[in-house]
């Protein structure tokens, strides 16, 4: 069974960090006299009296984690930070309904960017650097972050991380899990800050700038502005955004190779190859499309492709342009990229191009195995065989990926909701994108979508930001059983 002691006292901890956070924009509501300030005090002070609560109720915890801990606490860690973080949309008045509080809290912590807001500017500085900044922390994982200061219980976090990044493949750059996350945290921050001067050089002001940084390396998508990025009229800006997009979208732990001097590591990586080769190909050919079928210059479809290829691709969801105005063909291929994601092992969602790269190699050998059934083919990558196991875990996540999407479509039709708008949501959530199809594109709120499809998509997004093992594991009755 699972160790409810232990697991009271990391939410005890969490919610004490989320009450800190809280309190960070309390000052920034007071720097620019908003009328939110009460609402992050009130809010932090619950965070505090119930993390109090917990920490004494899981007092005498146990040192040893096991890895049914872990899971539990990573999922329950999402529920919790979104439960308690709705508090100031709500205590505030700019978001009344639990539902829509819930889905954008979840949206922010998850990365996912969509949002039931119709008016973003009209929010307080207060509430928008609260939405950034749940997608700053939940980009790279709230627990992920935990595994810095675990060791101050005299517990390890890599149970912990084995259930953060389930099914992700990931390289330990130093022996010790604590101490590959505190350097992934340190170029975490330092892409952030670097981003924001770059963004003030290019002539946002610093609240703006901050946000975005937040929301870009994150790979979230949440914007100050209704218009997303296309506000700032900026081909500047754009392109800088692109540019820390695709840097967000690679794997950490090869970033961390590259600061400390081992670039041969990016250079040979077969996703990362695979990642590149897919923005380059995929903008291509949007290129040309709006060149050819739209009154733009070369140099404008190029960004706006590029742009748009890239926020899809790592899950990012902003936008400088309605790709729903494109040809309907183009259509389609946003669809792809919407499913594909980035790199295992980033802030980005989708299905990550490490499984498509294996999934396309493991087609190849079935075609060589009908005419050479008794030839022995391993699956290569990085010089490494892929094990059958874990390719058997691949095959069933891609199936578990696709029953989500289509049972979840099945759903909100049945609520009412459009084939095209349905199967876009879902998409989007599942995937952590933000932006959908049709009504819900990237110029639409989700603010129409019923109440109880708010929730379904709100599952999604968990569902997503997790890699569904490690929810839907909590489900089965073998989870719960006494070994």
């Known amino acids: 069974m699972v160790n409810s002691k232990i697991i009271l006292r990391i939410l005890s901890f969490l919610l004490l960090i989320e009450a800190a956070m809280l309190l960070f924009c309390s000052l920034v509501s007071l720097i620019y006299a908003g009328d939110d300030l009460l609402s992050f005090l009130y809010s932090a002070g619950v965070c505090?009296?119930?993390?109090?609560?917990?920490?004494?109720?899981?007092?005498?915890?146990?040192?040893?984690?096991?890895?049914?801990?872990?899971?539990?606490?990573?999922?329950?860690?999402?529920?919790?930070?979104?439960?308690?973080?709705?508090?100031?949309?709500?205590?505030?008045?700019?978001?009344?309904?639990?539902?829509?509080?819930?889905?954008?809290?979840?949206?922010?912590?998850?990365s996912t960017g969509a949002t039931i807001l119709d008016d973003i500017e009209s929010l307080p500085h207060g509430l928008l650097f609260w939405r950034s900044m749940t997608q700053w922390i939940g980009g790279l994982g709230i627990v992920f972050f935990t595994i810095a200061v675990l060791p101050i219980f005299g517990v390890s976090g890599v149970q912990v991380f084995a259930a953060e990044a389930s099914g992700m493949a990931h390289d330990k750059v130093y022996p010790r899990i604590g101490i590959t996350a505190k350097w992934i945290w340190s170029i975490y921050v330092g892409m952030t800050g670097t981003l924001a001067l770059l963004l003030m050089l290019g002539g946002m002001n610093l609240f703006d700038s901050v946000c975005h940084a937040f929301t870009t390396t994150s790979t979230g998508g949440f914007s100050t502005k209704q218009d997303s990025i296309a506000y700032f009229n900026s081909p500047y800006i754009e392109y800088v955004i692109t540019v820390f997009m695709f840097i967000s979208g690679i794997n950490f732990a090869l970033l961390l190779f590259a600061v400390t001097g081992r670039f041969k590591k990016l250079l040979k990586n077969g996703e990362l190859k695979w990642f590149f080769i897919s923005v380059v190909s995929l903008t291509l050919v949007i290129a040309v499309g709006l060149y050819l079928t739209r009154s733009m210059g070369a140099e404008e479809a190029f960004r706006k492709s590029v742009f748009q290829v890239v926020s899809l691709h790592t899950s990012t969801g902003y936008a400088t342009a309605n790709y729903m105005t494109w040809p309907s063909m183009l259509w389609g291929?946003?669809?792809?990229?919407?499913?594909?994601?980035?790199?295992?092992?980033?802030?980005?969602?989708?299905?990550?191009?490490?499984?498509?790269?294996?999934?396309?190699?493991?087609?190849?050998?079935?075609?060589?195995?009908?005419?050479?059934?008794?030839a022995v083919l391993p699956v290569r990558v990085n010089n490494q065989v892929i094990p059958q196991p874990l390719r058997s875990t691949i095959l069933a996540f891609l199936?578990?990926?696709?029953?989500?999407?289509?049972?979840?479509?099945?759903?909100?039709?049945?609520?009412?909701?459009?084939?095209?708008?349905?199967?876009?949501?879902?998409?989007?959530?599942?995937?952590?994108?933000?932006?959908?199809?049709?009504?819900?594109?990237?110029?639409?709120?989700?603010?129409?979508?019923?109440?109880?499809?708010?929730?379904?998509?709100?599952?999604?997004?968990l569902l997503g930001r997790l890699e569904i093992f490690t929810v839907l594991l909590l489900f089965t009755s073998n989870f719960w059983k006494r070994i």
């Open 399 to 461: 199936f578990l990926y696709g029953i989500v999407i289509i049972v979840s479509t099945l759903i909100l039709m049945g609520l009412g909701m459009e084939l095209t708008e349905s199967l876009g949501c879902c998409i989007s959530s599942l995937g952590n994108m933000g932006p959908s199809l049709g009504k819900y594109g990237p110029d639409s709120s989700w603010s129409s979508i019923p109440d109880a499809g708010k929730w379904l998509l709100s599952f999604l997004m």
């Open 48 to 110: 505090i009296g119930v993390g109090g609560l917990l920490w004494l109720l899981g007092k005498d915890a146990p040192k040893h984690m096991s890895r049914r801990d872990g899971y539990v606490i990573v999922t329950v860690s999402w529920l919790v930070f979104s439960l308690f973080g709705m508090l100031p949309f709500i205590i505030s008045g700019y978001i009344p309904s639990v539902t829509n509080a819930f889905f954008e809290t979840m949206s922010g912590f998850s």
């Open 333 to 374: 291929i946003i669809v792809v990229i919407m499913l594909m994601g980035a790199c295992a092992g980033s802030t980005t969602g989708g299905i990550k191009c490490i499984r498509l790269l294996i999934i396309s190699k493991l087609t190849r050998n079935e075609f060589k195995h009908i005419t050479h059934p008794n």
